[in-house]
């Protein structure tokens, strides 16, 4: 079957720099896209990955490692609105995308 | 926001009600999804278009029916609600290698 995993929640402190983790199994493999959801607001798009190797875009950074099934989110130099859930989904051999449950982050001052 | 609408917001309904909810784009997307949120659970696929009057299930698609008769409107029917489709529907569509979500529609069933 098809699954994403990833971490249901995390904490980190405002400044500091947290990674989000996920692994995937698909049939067929098209890309890894992470998306940031705020309570209560739809999901909006932050980078794909079909590469291995890691896309930089501001604060924010995700590597892709195909062999292993692997990716991650890094956000450095954390900031409160940063709080929010973090959801990964890969793309499979139908071009549909399958979804983690998403990581809840919560930065603290 | 691609130019993505949904309505109602908001809704409650009864048990055995059937309900219609609508996703509009205003910039001629061919391709149109139709997801609902739980928690502990990721965004998973209803029903999907990739045109006018071709549609196709998704992994969730029992309870639900769609319909596209124009390209700008994708409707999600239930047709006999359950508390179990309680949920926040989300419709989106794809632009590039990205999709792009309505606001959503937050609908009880009671």
């Known amino acids: 079957g098809q699954n994403i995993d990833q971490p249901t929640e995390m904490t980190a402190t405002e400044g500091a720099i947290v990674q989000i983790n996920c692994t995937y199994q698909t049939s067929g493999f098209n890309g890894l896209f992470w998306y940031q959801q705020h309570a209560g607001e739809a999901p909006t798009f932050l980078s794909y990955n079909v590469l291995d190797g890691l896309e930089e875009k501001g604060r924010f950074s995700s590597f892709l490692s195909r062999s292993k099934g692997y990716s991650y989110l890094l956000l450095k130099e954390l900031q409160m609105k940063d709080s929010a859930s973090y959801l990964c989904?890969?793309?499979?051999?139908?071009?549909?995308?399958?979804w983690g449950a998403g990581t809840k982050l919560i930065i603290k001052p | 926001d691609a130019g993505i609408t949904q309505s109602p917001r908001h809704k409650v309904t009864e048990t055995g009600t059937p309900v219609t909810l609508r996703c509009h784009q205003t910039?001629?997307?061919?391709?149109m999804y139709w997801y609902r949120q739980d928690p502990g659970h990721g965004l998973r696929l209803i029903h999907y278009s990739y045109g006018v009057k071709d549609t196709d299930k998704g992994e969730v698609s029992d309870g639900y029916s769609v319909s596209r008769s124009k390209t700008e409107d994708f409707l999600l029917t239930l047709e006999s609600a359950t508390s179990s489709q309680t949920s926040v529907y989300f419709c989106a569509i794809y632009s590039g290698f990205e999709q792009y979500f309505g606001p959503g529609t937050r609908l009880t069933v009671t």
């Open positions: 989904a890969a793309l499979d051999s139908n071009y549909q995308l399958i």
């Open positions: 910039e001629n997307h061919r391709y």
